[in-house]
């Protein structure tokens, strides 16, 4: 189902969380909202769930006017950072919350929490406790139990921020096959510029309240609407009044028509990439992302002289 | 773990003098002459009506304090407006006012001159000198304790668990049964021993209110206090250890039913 949010403003005390803010979801879609903390993007989500009502403007779930609805009745599947488990309850029978207070048939329920611990890998921990569980499991809990009721739309709220980094790794693809699998609308939270990147379809850059750009990834990573979601989406780095991308460096061993003249600070290698840290002739430090073979290639070592030049410049939409 | 040992002499040696000890002399001096005579003196009309009156104390207080220390802790934690500071610091006003006060308090107000009751006498309905108005008393100085008890547990549990089920589409009874109560239990269970303990072992107030008319208006510890004036020294003991019998029980019931390893 899709979601509409026709400009939304929402205030605490003085500050504004979300102002004047406007987006589609397409139905089946996997959207991400990016920004910084305090940049209105969990406030949104929590506007769409029906925990936070909105001081002006509309939410339409499927085309219709959602805001008058209580959470309970948007049919919304709602995923916490923090899990939210419910402790005192087994992982079955947190899995079979909504369709229990639904007085669902008992067998029915029984098949239906069967199914979702199957898809999100837990057939063997039905009896546990969530304290018995680590963050990834209960996280895969989570989004067991928000899928039970068979939501029309997902939200997660920073799903994977709790975790660490291999676990996180893990489940963004994970969230990605179960959303080619299940196909619900998924909208998710993320500071992660790269979390981003690599799950959603569509994402949606908000700061300050506001939304800067909405677009697929590539989109906002080559065509950024303005210098905030140039600088958020992808690392930059100046050469001299230049803004260029790391990787769109290009690193000479001769000087050659537009290159300058830098000095290399440091190698350093990360996995398949290598970074480099120049300081420039005329002044100045600029760092450059090559790959790991192109490096080798150039011999390149601390303390030597090379030529750079931008191969291309991220130029404002 | 010199200093640890001295450190553990010291909390037990400090409970032994306070407590064990005086508690033990009550027991020994009750059973001197064996169980008969305690029997006896536990079993007279009077001991029996104060074993009923207190245990009406109990019965009236604890649920009615309950149910208000919950709904108050949750107003407490969860809500914002004017007059919260107000309420929270209102909750702890039983503990500061001496329960001597407090039934004074009660008299002025309920008392036959006072400004409810010679009202409340016209319709028939007495509160001082009466159970009525000793359950007052007991219902005041037992109050905080649940609440107390309620409101940090609240506030470490906080509000997603609710949200969550709220998503889920349960109503606001069924998240209030299914996720709240549970999540609370045993700070409410722990609420509910302090409370009944100080139902049982409340003298102060119920003692200005009650009149202390024998077999009508007394309650176990009433009767401790009559018993010992009236030098019958083992009739005294022996209402005693009844009180101490169901303080333990209580006591004994919150250890059974609550989470293992969290409270000793």
Known sequence: ?317 | MRSRLALRALALGYLALLLVVPVGVVFRRAFADGVGPVWDAVTTPEALHALWLTCLMVLVAVPLNTVFGVLCALVIVRQRFRGRALLNALVDLPFAVSPVVVGLALVLVYGRTGWFGGWLADQGVQVIFSPLGMILATMFVSLPFVAREVVPVLREVGTEQEQAAETLGASSLQTFVRITLPAIRWGVAYGVVLTTARALGEFGAVSVVSGKIAGRTETLTLLVEDRFQGFDLRGAYAASIVLAVLALGTLLAMNLIGPKGERG
């Open chain 1, 1 to 317: 189902m899709s979601i509409v949010v026709e400009s939304v403003c929402k205030r605490f005390g003085e500050f504004v969380a979300l102002d004047d803010v406007s987006l589609v979801v397409p139905e089946g879609s996997l959207t991400a909202l990016l920004g910084p903390s305090g940049g209105g993007k969990s406030t949104l989500l929590r506007v769409i769930a029906g925990l936070e009502a909105p001081d002006a403007g509309r939410i339409l779930i499927a085309g219709d006017d959602a805001t008058p609805r209580p959470a309970r009745e948007r049919g919304v599947g709602f995923v916490f950072q923090h899990y939210a488990a419910f402790k005192h309850m087994t992982v079955r029978k947190n899995v079979a919350f909504g369709l229990d207070v639904r007085k669902r048939p008992k067998d029915e329920v029984r098949r239906r929490v069967d199914e979702l611990l199957a898809l999100v890998h837990l057939e063997g921990f039905a009896e546990r406790y969530p304290a018995q569980l680590s963050g990834g499991q209960r996280q895969r809990m989570a989004l067991a139990r928000a899928l039970a009721v068979e939501p029309e739309v997902l939200l997660l709220d920073e799903p994977f921020g709790a975790l660490d980094a291999t676990v996180r790794k893990e489940l963004r693809a994970w969230l990605r096959r179960l959303h080619e699998e299940v196909h619900v609308t998924t909208v998710f939270v993320t500071h992660d510029q790269e979390e981003a990147m690599e799950v959603a379809e569509q994402i949606v850059v908000l700061n300050g309240g506001r939304v800067e750009q909405a677009g697929s990834p590539r989109e906002l990573y080559e065509r950024p609407a303005n210098e905030f979601v140039r600088g958020f989406v992808g690392p930059l780095t100046r050469l001299g009044d230049v803004e260029v991308r790391p990787h769109d460096l290009e690193i000479l061993l001769e000087p050659s028509e537009g290159s300058r003249e830098a000095m290399i600070e440091r190698v350093s290698l990360l996995g398949f990439e290598v970074r480099l840290d120049l300081a420039l002739a005329d002044g100045g430090d600029a760092w450059a992302q090559l790959t790991r073979e192109r490096a080798d290639e150039l011999e390149l070592e601390d303390g030597q002289i090379v030529y750079v030049r931008a191969e291309r410049e991220v130029a404002l939409t």
